[in-house]
């Protein structure tokens, strides 16, 4: 089955730096669009960025552009989340997500699989 794990959460200093990883397994990881969201405690979850399945392809939530980059390693089956100038607002649970549907770019409603989710706490 599909399965997709984060990793690289933690806790940072605003201002500071993480970069969270994503590795997918039980399907052909070069064929699926991917992104990444976060839900902070109270709140609804945010799209923070999505990449295409060749990773030719990015688009980011408002609220992290030029903060935030996504990219991807197929060989490794990996996706990334590079989060720099990191703030208070930034802390949250990050999801690594994927669709069912191969070569398509979905909505931010159109992730059907997803990760257990890591912590990302920044300290003001």
């Known amino acids: 089955q599909v399965q997709l794990v984060e990793s690289g959460g933690g806790l940072v200093q605003a201002g500071g730096s993480l970069r969270l990883s994503c590795a997918a397994s039980g399907r052909t990881f070069s064929l699926y669009s991917t992104a990444w969201f976060r839900q902070a405690p109270g709140k609804e979850r945010e799209f923070v960025a999505a990449?295409?399945?060749?990773?030719?392809?990015?688009s980011y939530g408002d609220s992290v552009k030029g903060r935030f980059t996504i990219s991807r390693d197929n060989a490794k089956n990996t996706v990334y989340l590079q989060m720099n100038s990191l703030k208070p607002e930034d802390t949250a649970v990050y999801y690594c997500?994927?669709?069912?549907?191969?070569?398509?770019?979905?909505?931010?409603?159109?992730?059907?699989?997803w990760g257990q989710g890591t912590q990302v706490t920044v300290s003001s």
């Open positions: 990449i295409s399945w060749g990773g030719g392809s990015t």
């Open positions: 997500a994927g669709p069912k549907a191969p070569l398509t770019t979905p909505p931010k409603e159109g992730y059907d699989y």
